[in-house]
């Protein structure tokens, strides 16, 4: 199906979107296991229409858990950090807050467990009262155990 609807952009000669179709590609890839071609694909997402900003973040930060989770962390953290940036200067706080926690979680992993605390704090006071997302208790969940 995220096939067909990138066929349908491409036969109509627009990009808009694909970004978008693409990181749902490489989701699905991931998914499966396919980890070169999830990581190809999210690369594609990031190129094929640079203008598109939209979706950024949220392809990083696919990116960006699909290298941790297969050992790359350096540019695992390049990725979070990009996508905070991108994020932030979009003013997409649930993308700020998800990439944020996944860099935090990296930090923690190398022992910057301080550097990690203040990153989810910062988020986690701006965040809404009584508003709990899943990207919310994932951040608070970390931002306990880096307190213990």
Do not use: H, K
């Not at 696919?62 to 540019?75: K, S, Y």
């Not at 965040?127 to 997302?133: C, E, K, V, Y």
Request: proline letters at 2%; zero cysteines; hydrophobic letters at 45%.
């Amino acid at each position: 199906m995220i096939r067909r609807a990138m066929d349908d952009l491409t036969a109509i000669q627009t990009r808009v979107s694909m970004p978008w179709f693409l990181t749902l590609l490489g989701e699905a890839q991931a998914v499966d296991r396919q980890y070169d071609q999830a990581l190809a694909t999210f690369g594609e997402a990031l190129t094929i229409n640079p203008e598109e900003r939209l979706y950024r973040p949220y392809t990083l930060i696919n990116r960006g858990e699909l290298l941790a989770q297969t050992g790359e962390r350096d540019l695992a953290e390049l990725d979070f950090r990009a996508s905070v940036d991108e994020a932030g200067s979009m003013g997409a706080n649930g993308y700020d807050l998800r990439a944020a926690t996944g860099l935090a979680r990296l930090l923690s992993a190398r022992g910057a467990t301080e550097e990690a605390a203040s990153l989810l704090r910062r988020r986690l006071e701006a965040s809404i009262t009584g508003f709990d997302t899943v990207d919310i208790a994932a951040a608070r969940a970390l931002q306990t155990d880096l307190s213990r």
